[in-house]
């Protein structure tokens, strides 16, 4: 980029997503080194980022491995090179085609199924294709979301038999702990990383036990990768918004707001002195509508509000918003004044959540300091 | 397109986002006739839409009138033709470059202010420019969210004043009720379409007699448009969402469930028979984070099931979302049991707001009856 037209944090249009590379490095360096130390694979989960530069840090190797939710990202990812890719949402057989072109090309592409149906499908398809499609189990640890519980181990038996036998291949269970986003703490989180690991490992043995194949045992989500204290058995961890992190990880405990790497930078275009409002054109669009941390001990509503070098300003939130029009106010209950930013001023907002905040943007703006050192842009779509 | 490659309800790649034509047709019919009746003139929000092909429908020529919420809307729209638009949402002085830049090509684009400051920063950069810029005064009719009161008639001259000797030009007010979106019933949004008429006729009065000039009276939403009754001192009325509707109108009483136009089609791909859960692959990312019937006397959670056809499956609800797969069961006290929708069936999701779902997708599929006639693009950003 030529340094002379490169923009500065004060003249990037806005609404933009702003994103801290060294925060950003820190965070996937230290989930790095925790896999190491616990001795297994890192797959991370790009559904987060969508944007091959990110992905690149993420990854232990160019070639993966990683994790996507669409197959949008797996032929994104799939074109920049990535060659170890998990497709880590429930298949429906209308996609199988997608997931053959893929392989054809060299794709290590796995799929995940939790039902007979499912499987039967697959194994159908892989044998018409005459290539077997490898795929893992979904094991349900905690009534959450999708999968097998452990101790369905008929289902888990006939599932994985539909695979194996019928032409798919069979290559392991995957568990996600989604309920460890409502633990009440980090003490609890590491309870629910234990149940994701032995609920992963219980149903790798009843596959065993049949003399059926489990090399893979996958589990993961960011706050079981960052509390997990023992992983034996487990082959991989997936995990995403540790990337950036976001306000409803501070919320959580698995991480400080000084670790947020993503905010949307805004611009004040008005006051309501009278009810003590700030106006910036940072809406529901720039935010998304994600508001995770209602239900958390401390509402963030739809953002915390930074001045334009990322530091906190005591009390501000984003109360509310209209789709480009966002109003500042001191939190509910918070002493003190609102701080007198005229308009012009830029202000940088923390996200209640990075994987919805990043969707509603095309690029990131990335922060290297306070220069606008690159441009890396975002996919998204199915 | 080439007919035999067109594609169909059962072979589009899901979630996608569909659009009726012909509901969209008579939502758009139906207002354009109401704003004729009223004798004022109908200027589309095209916010909701982004999209060339739906705005030309819904203006009431190919050149305008038009109200766009960003910039780059502005910007999109005037590469397809559109000549007179209304930039509605509170200026931020770093975006006058742009404003200029578009008035240079020639196009009749108005902003809009609600402080001195403001002001006197667009009549100074129309001096620097040579070419006075427009500007409507934005007013407050209920507290809601930015503009000037219109009994707050010092501040409302100043700004006039601000702009029309400044160099700017003073082109009229314009208010949106906001508040009507939480209206109890229609007898309060009748109220509410005549406080937002009252507000904004009484500021152009208050400007008019200091002998500035005010030829346009703007004011508008969805639900005060569709129920306000009379217009006198209105010259013309923005609305958006009308286009499509969506389940937050319906619930409103804006509209009925069978004027919604915009819907997800995703497909099933699992199934929690324990817990009565059909999941989809319509997770927040297709459907958006909007819950905004949460506080409607119907919660609709994150949508309305309806089958492939469109016909709404009784009882059935998007009840949670993860980011790409969504969770259908019976709404909470609904009787009967849940229908028997195996792995690959479609069904087609009702949205809460159809501009925050919209803004998830890169483009409509556009049903003519149940044929998928066309692929309309949506752009986004600022």
Chains 1, 2 share one sequence.
């Not at 801290?20 to 991370?44: F, S």
């Not at 990535?82 to 592409?109: C, E």
């Not at 990131?364 to 890396?376: I, K, T």
Request: glycine fraction near 8%; charged fraction near 20%.
């Amino acid at each position: 980029m030529n340094r002379k037209t490169r923009p500065t944090l004060d003249s990037l249009d806005t609404p933009c997503l702003l994103l801290d590379e060294a925060r950003m490095e820190a965070n996937i360096e230290y989930m790095k080194a925790r896999m190491r130390r616990l001795g297994v694979t890192l797959r991370p989960h790009l559904k987060t980022p969508k944007s091959v530069e990110v992905a690149r840090r993420a990854m232990q190797t160019p070639q993966g491995p990683a994790a996507v939710s669409t197959l949008q990202e797996a032929e994104q990812f799939a074109r920049a090179g990535v060659r170890d890719i998990l497709y880590a949402v429930g298949l429906s057989p209308a996609k199988i085609d997608r997931v053959l072109a893929l392989r054809a090309q060299g794709v290590n592409l796995t799929v995940v199924v939790d039902s007979v149906e499912a499987a039967q499908a697959l194994a159908s398809r892989s044998r018409a294709a005459g290539a077997p499609i490898p795929a893992l189990i979904e094991i349900d640890a905690d009534g959450h979301r999708a999968g097998v519980r452990p101790e369905q181990q008929a289902l888990l038996c006939a599932i994985g038999r539909a695979l194996h036998e019928g032409g798919a291949e069979l290559r392991g269970v995957m568990t996600h702990a989604g309920e460890s986003y409502s633990s009440p703490d980090v003490v609890a989180i590491r309870d629910m990383a234990e149940r994701e690991r032995s609920a992963a490992v219980r149903a790798a043995a009843v596959l065993r036990e049949q003399g059926l194949p489990c090399p893979v045992v996958s589990v993961g989500s960011t706050p079981t990768a960052m509390f997990a204290e023992n992983l034996e058995g487990v082959t991989e961890v997936r995990a995403g918004v540790y990337v950036f992190f976001d306000l409803f990880m501070a919320g959580l405990g698995v991480c400080k707001q000084d670790d947020i790497a993503l905010s949307v930078l805004t611009t004040v275009i008005g006051h309501q002195p009278e009810k003590a409002w700030i106006l910036v054109d940072a809406g529901w669009m720039a935010m998304s509508r994600d508001r995770g941390t209602a239900n958390q001990a401390v509402d963030q509503y739809y953002g915390l509000v930074c001045d334009v070098a990322g530091r906190p300003l005591p009390g501000l939130v984003l109360k509310q918003t209209n789709q480009e029009q966002g109003i500042i106010t001191l939190r509910p209950g918070a002493t003190g004044t609102l701080p007198d930013l005229p308009i012009g001023t830029r202000l940088r907002i923390l996200p209640n959540h990075a994987c919805a905040t990043g969707a509603q943007h095309d690029a990131y703006q990335v922060l290297r300091g306070a220069d606008v050192a690159a441009v890396w842009p975002r996919f998204r779509g199915w």
